[in-house]
């Protein structure tokens, strides 16, 4: 079966710098990447979606990458905010018409002042 | 508010009771998809549709646990005979297939249950 790890469950970092949370996945290979945002509570909120032929994708202050030989992606965010506070998930996409999605547990992030 | 909503958002039942909750999802969205998600984990797959067909469902749905979509909109999960175990947050999200879209989905508020 599908195993999905996030590098830890927290992470700490001071406003201003650049957080990066980790995703590495065994067995298949996914045929796309996605991040969510989860804050306490409330549903996940899609992020951002690399495919499994990209090596980088970038949206304002986040930025992915994905490497299929490590089987690993990045999230990286940069100028972070207390704001960015919140769980940070990634899901491993076989493909449309596979249709679910494999979540990890999410690493908590907190951004202090 | 045109994201997916859920309904109810909270639920508390005695063990044994039946409960069910409902998803409407994005309008034009044509993929639906309950998980489950227990504290300090991610979310886990139940089941989703396409339209008004069911396509898969995971081996945590148990036969205690049906979903329908009627007229591929709304959707309903029902839980018969409740256990402790699954006291958990119910999450429904939609997605839009083909075309441009790559199976990002979205996802309701959630159903929180509480099993007595």
């Known amino acids: 079966s599908q195993k999905i790890e996030q590098n830890s469950e927290a992470l700490n970092i001071q406003e201003g710098k650049t957080a990066t949370l980790t995703c590495n996945y065994t067995?298949?290979?996914?045929?796309?990447l996605q991040w969510y945002r989860q804050d306490p509570g409330r549903g996940p909120v899609f992020l951002l979606l690399?495919?499994?032929?990209?090596k980088e994708k970038r949206k304002e202050r986040l930025k992915v990458t994905f490497d299929t030989t490590l089987k690993q992606s990045l999230f990286h965010i940069t100028a972070s905010q207390p704001a960015d506070s919140a769980t940070y998930l990634c899901?491993?996409?076989?493909?449309?018409?596979?249709?679910?999605?494999?979540f990890g547990r999410g690493t908590q992030l907190t951004v202090w002042p | 508010d045109t994201g997916v909503s859920q309904d109810p958002r909270h639920k508390i039942t005695k063990r044994g009771q039946n409960v069910t909750f409902r998803c409407d999802p994005i309008?034009?969205?044509?993929?639906l998809y309950w998980y489950r998600q227990t504290l300090g984990q991610g979310p886990e797959f139940l089941t989703y549709f396409q339209n008004e067909a069911q396509l898969e469902k995971s081996r945590l749905l148990s036969d205690r646990f049906s979903a329908e979509r009627p007229k591929g909109s709304f959707s309903t999960l029902e839980i018969q005979r409740t256990e402790q175990g699954d006291s958990a947050m119910y999450l429904c999200a939609s997605s839009l297939v083909g075309g441009k879209g790559y199976n990002e989905q979205f996802f309701g508020p959630g159903t929180r249950l509480t099993v007595l």
């Open positions: 067995n298949y290979s996914p045929a796309y």
């Open positions: 690399i495919r499994e032929n990209e």
């Open positions: 899901a491993l996409d076989r493909g449309s018409t596979l249709g679910r999605l494999y």
């Open positions: 309008s034009e969205h044509n993929r």
